[in-house]
């Protein structure tokens, strides 16, 4: 993909294809590899962790870690930005190390039981050099993989199929969870939940905005919590903004919460003071006694 904007951005003359905002989007790109190839991620990258909620009394279940990368060179840059970048050109693999080793560090300072949801790219699990330094990791840091869940985005999947599964069974071989995540954004959700038989389906945010709509919003969620529960999944809604949201959902039936409105991805040092408190939101009665 990278290659080919690269061949058209300094070919001559196909450039004038592209109008002007599309070449500073190119341009951009380039800028943002470059920086990634030579950044320090030891020094550079830092994680976050957002809190999820039991959707029955908003207790907490655990964090889900998210990437930051403060550049020396462009200053901060979101993942949603530089993942993309990172699987073209391969630094995924150090920033997935980077990440889990750091992560699974942080777990020691958690109570007992609190789970830790991470994110995998599908160059991951393409990889089987990766899965063994993954495995590796996890093996070193003394964390049990009944602990984590691993969360895959439905969409990057395609010819590596088998070896992607086969991937999914060794973090299943520890005891480990696997998550698909922002479910309903791919073009291939359905078979997505054939082929990986999910633990836990993560519910994208597109669908819970719309969820006090009463007339398709509610419907179409209450089928795809239902949809879960009839494979065997636990159903997590993303993107929890508001009081209301938290409550349909929760009457809905749906098992975990996360969202801003319980709390925004946090540091460590805020995380660690949610872990020991067991909660996140001081709400003075459990949502389910309300109604
Ligand atoms: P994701 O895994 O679906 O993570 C959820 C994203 O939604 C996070 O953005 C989070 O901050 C944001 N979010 C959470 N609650 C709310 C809410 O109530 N409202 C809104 N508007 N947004 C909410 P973030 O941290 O920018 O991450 C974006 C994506 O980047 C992630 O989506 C994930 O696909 C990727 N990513 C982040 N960290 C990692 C990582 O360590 N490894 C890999 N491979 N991908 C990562
Ligand atoms: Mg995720
Ligand atoms: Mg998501
Ligand atoms: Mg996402």
Known sequence: DFALFHAKQTGRGRVELYAPEHEDQIRRTAIVEQSLKSADLEEELHLVFQPVVDARNLQL???EVLVRWRSSHLGDVMPGEFIPVAERCGTIHAITRVVLRRALSEMQNWPEGLRLKVNLSIYDLSSSSQ?????????RSGVSGQQLTFEITESAFSDQLDIILSALNMLRAIGSSIAIDDFGTGY??????????PDLIKI??????RVSDPYDGRDMIKTIIQMCRNLGARSLAEGVENETQCRVLSDLGCDELQGYWLSRPVSAEKAREFAHAGVVKAEPQALGQSS
């Open 204 to 209: 994208d945010r597109s669908f819970v905005v």
């Open 61 to 63: 279940i655990g964090f």
């Open 188 to 197: 291939s959700s359905l078979s997505s939940l054939h082929h990986f038989r």
């Open 131 to 139: 899965m063994l330094a993954l495995l590796t990791i996890i093996e």
